[in-house]
């Protein structure tokens, strides 16, 4: 490959979720580059399709299989072809989200339920299926959650309730699955922009500075900086780091408190009622 300068995952097969879009685009390119030869999960098939084609540019391995990690039955099949096709799974991230800003006095039980069925039990199904040939080649989980796992999320009570059940998953899987070689971190990235966070988090128009001023690195994230950050984690350069979570987001998480969805959804909210 032209671009990548180590070729930390050669030989290696990654499982990558939601990597139609965004992120987990950026991290199936990532991983791409260094060797590995990526599966794309998501939804849309074209999305898939468009990320394969993009990893091909590059002289990168990858195909597509469609999958919402909703469906169990869905996904142990997914995990089976995977084997079938690469022999092996290395890394599995578990990045396909649901997310969007609701107060939660109106989100409803199927709102709530939807983002918790994605992200909290699409984690653990990818997982679960993936064990037989995590163990087999010692592999590494990376779980993308949010500082607001711990600190709570004004608006996004499903995603904050979802990325604390992952982060205690990954911690239980640390511990339960060290015996097998088997490694689980996550990673919490910072506010960035994607296709998903512009059209379901970033409400506001003034978002760039408002986001910006809470960030002591002073900037949003860019989808590469969270990318060469799962690189590392997964790769035998952290082979004895597990049970970790890994804050990517120029330290807002210490110092800018929380995101606070629910004051810019009542802003726009004012501002499209007319009322201040
Ligand atoms: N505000 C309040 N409720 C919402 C909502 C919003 N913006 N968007 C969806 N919901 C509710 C729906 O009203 C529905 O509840 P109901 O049956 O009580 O009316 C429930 O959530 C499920 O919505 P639906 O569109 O049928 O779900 P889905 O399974 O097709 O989609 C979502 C799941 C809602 C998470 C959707 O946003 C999605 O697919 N997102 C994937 C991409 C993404 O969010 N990425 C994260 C980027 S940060």
């Known amino acids: 490959m032209q671009n ?3 070729r930390r995952f050669a030989g290696k097969t990654a499982v990558v979720t939601g990597a139609g879009t965004g992120l987990g685009r950026a991290m199936a390119l ?14 849309r098939q074209e999305k898939l399709d468009e ?9 990168g391995k990858a195909f597509a299989l469609s999958a919402d990690v909703r469906d169990a039955a869905r996904v142990q099949a997914v995990m089976a072809e995977v084997v079938t096709r690469t022999g092996r799974i290395d890394v599995l991230v578990n990045n396909a989200a649901g997310n969007f800003v609701c107060p939660s006095e109106e989100l409803s039980p199927n709102g709530f339920k939807s983002v918790v069925d994605i992200v909290l039990l699409g984690t653990f199904y990818c997982t679960r299926y993936a064990f037989d040939a ?9 779980n993308i959650i949010a ?6 999320e004004p608006g996004a009570i499903h995603s904050a309730s979802a990325k604390a059940g992952v982060l205690a998953m990954t911690r239980t ?14 990673i919490s990235p910072g506010p960035f922009h994607s296709e998903g966070t512009d059209k379901n988090l970033w409400l506001s128009p003034d978002v760039d500075a408002h986001v910006a001023s809470t960030v002591p690195l002073g900037r949003l994230g860019e989808p590469s900086d969270i990318a060469r950050a799962a690189l590392w984690l997964s790769s035998e350069e952290a082979s004895w780091v597990s049970g970790a979570t890994l804050a990517v987001d120029g330290a807002q998480w210490l110092h800018g408190g929380t995101l606070n969805f629910r004051e810019m959804y009542d802003k726009v909210r004012a501002s499209m009622s007319g009322s201040t």
């Open 4 to 6: 990548g300068t180590q």
């Open 134 to 142: 995590l163990k087999a080649n010692k592999g590494s989980i990376l």
């Open 147 to 152: 500082a607001y796992a711990w600190s709570g």
């Open 51 to 59: 990320t394969v084609a993009l990893v091909e540019k590059e002289g």
């Open 173 to 186: 899987l640390a511990a339960e699955w060290g015996r097998f070689g088997i490694r689980a971190n996550c």
């Open 30 to 43: 990532a991983f791409a580059r260094e060797g590995a030869d990526v599966c794309v999960v998501g939804r």
